[in-house]
């Protein structure tokens, strides 16, 4: 098959995004791996491993024709369900910094919530679909915030606030997309609105999150709640716009919790700069492109669940490397999100491989229709 333009501003931009994020892997764990394990390279080996993983996924779904997948999204959607509630049951979830957000299978462990996305985006596109002509009725319309509720509840009570809010995004962005009306996209923005700040105001916890986030270095909260984003901040102020020099951080040692996880942008500015954040933001950005650019021809061959499914696809990666940008710098309340292909994590990276994976393959497709 030609590799053609879509496929340069996918590939190329990604190829530099995994190397780079195992760089920034590597820097910003050696010290907490080293406390940890003894073994400094720790979650740089196992980050390693995760990708490699994630690329052979990509290739599976590469050769797999987007057809089936949406014959099979239920399944998806089902197992991905399934995997949510086993979470709770006892000695099978493993709870990290009181959130129960893995099932450990031997020396891996498995995060629900990033599956979940992965077949939310299938099941709505195809639900899209077989819905079209009557996606504006109350019935049709109901049927898919059902189970947006279901697997609110499900995330939430993990409690994963930031992933419920990009699932929610996610829902709404590919209905809307589909066609749903003005009013059905008001009342389901209303809703979700008033669901997060319930879910805010009800939990001390992420109260205390989002007024420290109004002002991290006040005398009450920067030991407390504001002690990620005050160093965080720190840490890209100490960059500069060249930074300090790659492995020179000073925030990663022990200053900076998750320093290799949600907080890697800052580790990535400290290190790298002002100007290596911005490299990193365009390389996402030329992705975004060429995902938007295989969602619209899709669209122009009439291959409708492929376009939504591109189109999610371009939601979740966008959404979630602005709001883990977004926390980074101070713009947001701090949220446990990673940034996509670039944070440690393994099912993370093998979902956002996967997904990347299908994309291609659609592109492919489209290219001989």
């Known amino acids: 098959m030609k590799i053609g333009k879509n496929d340069i501003l996918i590939i190329l931009p990604l190829s530099v995004l995994l190397i780079l994020g195992l760089v920034m892997v590597t820097s910003s764990s050696i010290y907490i791996a080293d406390g940890m394990t003894s073994n400094p390279f720790h979650f740089a080996q196992r980050q390693t491993l995760f990708v490699s993983i994630g690329l052979i996924a990509m290739l599976i779904f590469l050769v797999l024709p987007s057809d089936f997948l949406y014959k099979t999204d239920w399944i998806f959607m089902l197992l991905s369900i399934l995997l949510l509630i086993i979470l709770f049951i006892p000695d099978i979830g493993t709870s990290v910094n009181g959130s129960i957000r893995w099932i450990r299978i031997g020396p891996i462990n498995v995060q629900p919530t990033e599956i979940c996305k992965f077949s939310l985006i299938l099941y709505i596109s195809g639900y899209s679909v077989r819905r079209m002509s009557e996606i504006n009725s109350l019935r049709s ?143 996402f950005v030329i992705m975004l492109i060429g995902l938007m650019s295989v969602a619209f021809e899709s669209f122009k061959k009439g291959r409708l669940f492929q376009g939504y499914t591109v189109f999610g696809i371009f939601l979740l990666i966008s959404i979630q490397t602005l709001l883990n940008i977004g926390v980074n710098i101070g713009l947001l309340p701090t949220k446990g999100l990673t940034l996509p292909f670039i944070s440690y994590g393994g099912t993370s990276i093998i979902i956002m491989l996967s997904l990347i994976g299908i994309v291609l393959r659609i592109n492919n497709e489209n290219k001989i229709l």
């Open 141 to 283: 319309f109901l049927k898919p915030l059902i189970l947006l509720f279901i697997i609110s509840i499900l995330i939430m009570g993990q409690p994963d606030l930031g992933s419920t809010a990009i699932v929610c995004m996610l829902v709404v962005g590919i209905l809307f997309y589909a066609g749903i009306s003005f009013s059905q996209l008001t009342l389901l923005i209303l809703l979700i609105a008033l669901l997060g700040y319930l879910a805010i105001t009800t939990s001390p916890m992420r109260l205390a999150r989002v007024l420290a986030f109004t002002d991290p270095f006040a005398v009450d909260v920067v030991q407390k709640a504001g002690w990620q984003l005050s160093n965080s901040l720190i840490s890209i102020g100490q960059g500069g716009w060249l930074g300090v020099g790659l492995g020179n951080s000073f925030q990663k040692s022990f200053f900076l919790p998750e320093a290799h996880t949600d907080f890697i942008f800052a580790i990535l500015v400290e290190e790298l700069g002002i100007i290596g954040g911005l490299f990193l933001i365009i390389l």
